[in-house]
């Protein structure tokens, strides 16, 4: 995995491989952040990676100037190796070991960006779960946009606030907004 742009652009990360994680591809990761750059000053906005992993999305934001970001995993040497990376890199990535949903049941904090990476063969169930959580618990700011990276079998486009989605290669990223 690379960092694509900012400050640490180029960076290289491998992370170690026991761990449980499938990094976003470059080549999908780029293209969300050209979307994102027409919607956003990432040095204004507040992001919340769920399902962080090595921290790829949070890396990313970082780089691109981004202060104030949330990264939660559930597995102790993700978070491990993101607090490691992010002291390198002399980042400010707030990490939390936690099951996303339970921190999206405690948290209340408010977002620009909150960004899900499950494990693909999450069920269709959990994810709507997820997007209640944000939006019935008034997560998301009022322009703030959820966006959940997922399988190509899966379709979100019945869930509450549903947006669009954008496929690059094998990724999909459906993205969820506050209607109006």
Not at 23 to 40: R, V, W
Not at 154 to 164: A, C, G, K, P, V
Request: with cysteine.
């Amino acid at each position: 995995m690379r960092i694509i742009s900012g400050k640490n652009k180029g960076k290289r990360i491998t992370a170690p491989g026991n761990l449980p994680v499938r990094p976003t591809t470059d080549m999908a990761k780029e293209a969300l952040f050209n979307i994102l750059n027409n919607d956003y000053y990432f040095d204004q906005i507040a992001v919340l990676d769920l399902f962080a992993g090595i921290g790829s999305i949070s890396l990313e934001f970082a780089s691109r100037g981004t202060t104030d970001i949330v990264s939660v995993d559930s597995y102790p040497g993700c978070v491990k190796f993101l607090e490691k990376i992010n002291t390198e890199l002399q980042n400010s990535i707030e990490t939390i070991r936690s099951d996303a949903f339970v921190f999206l049941e405690k948290s209340n904090r408010t977002f620009d960006v909150i960004f899900a990476d499950p494990p693909y063969e999450i069920e269709v169930e959990k994810l709507q779960k997820l997007v209640n959580l944000v939006f019935d618990r008034g997560l998301l700011l009022p322009d703030g946009t959820l966006i959940i990276e997922h399988a190509r079998k899966t379709d979100l486009s019945m869930l509450q606030n549903f947006n669009r989605v954008r496929k690059y290669g094998g990724n999909l990223f459906s993205f969820f907004s506050i209607k109006e």
